[in-house]
């Protein structure tokens, strides 16, 4: 397949395999940024796509990324469609617990060219028969579970809120922060658990959240009685 690519600043990079059996091609930035805990930046390429009609170019969080530093794409995954002629943009979001520095010529993304089909919907009064028919987890049967576990994920963030709030030299700002932080988070695990297929999913989520939380508290915390030592403020 050949795919024609436009550079629309001078410091843009043509996108390149990183090996011979990489399924996917990488992304490069062209600008600088450092992005803090909980937060995201939109970051150029330099580069327009000519993608032939009947394909998309799908574009994805770097493994590497992910495992290393809790970064990801803010919309988890791009698309971009044949039609499309405008500068492919890359918004990551880090759910990591320190800043994130992008450089010029940093590989922020990968990418792959795939096949679309066209789809025709009909409109009808039954659907067929299966075994499962409208059966699914307890979260998923209707919007009284689904409440029930987005409830349970409120409490989980008010839980390790209240220990950050205990500390009373932070300042208002800082724990309004923390606030919108935890919740930012909470929105896409309600997301996370609304696509769940099971209920062990739905419980997974959950669980991972828990140890996200402990372990961002637990880091916030040391980092500031690191702070008051460094100080000679007591921890107390």
């Known amino acids: 397949m050949h795919i ?3 550079p629309i600043h001078p410091d843009a990079q043509p996108p390149r395999y990183a090996t011979h059996g990489a399924a996917c091609f990488d992304l490069v930035a ?3 940024a450092e992005i803090p805990p909980m937060f995201a930046a939109t970051l150029r390429t330099g580069l ?6 009947g394909y998309k170019m799908a574009i994805y969080s770097r493994s590497g990324h992910g495992f290393k530093s809790g970064i990801r794409l803010s919309n ?3 698309v971009i469609d044949s039609d499309y002629r405008g ?3 890359v918004r990551l979001h880090n759910d990591g617990d320190r800043p994130f520095v992008v450089e010029p010529g940093d590989r922020i993304a990968q990418a792959e060219i795939v096949p679309v089909e066209r789809i025709e919907f009909e409109m009808v009064a039954d659907l067929s028969d299966t075994d499962r028919a409208t059966a699914g987890s ?4 209707g919007k009284e579970g689904a409440m029930n576990t987005k409830e349970t994920i409120t409490q989980i963030c008010e839980k390790y809120l209240a220990i950050l709030r205990i500390n009373p030299q932070r300042t208002e700002a800082a724990i309004r922060d923390m606030e919108a932080a935890f919740y930012a988070g909470a929105i896409t695990v309600f997301t996370m658990v609304e696509c769940a297929e099971s209920e062990a999913d739905v419980k997974r989520i959950a669980k991972s959240l828990r140890d996200d939380l402990e372990a961002f508290v637990a880091n916030v915390v040391a980092s500031e009685i690191i702070e008051r030592a460094r100080a000679g403020v007591s921890p107390h």
Not at 48 to 53: G, K, L, Q
């Open 30 to 32: 062209i600008d600088s």
């Open 138 to 141: 307890a979260v998923l049967d």
């Open 76 to 78: 988890s995954v791009g």
């Open 4 to 6: 024609k690519i436009k």
């Open 87 to 89: 500068e492919i943009m």
């Open 48 to 53: 327009a796509f000519e993608i032939p009609t």
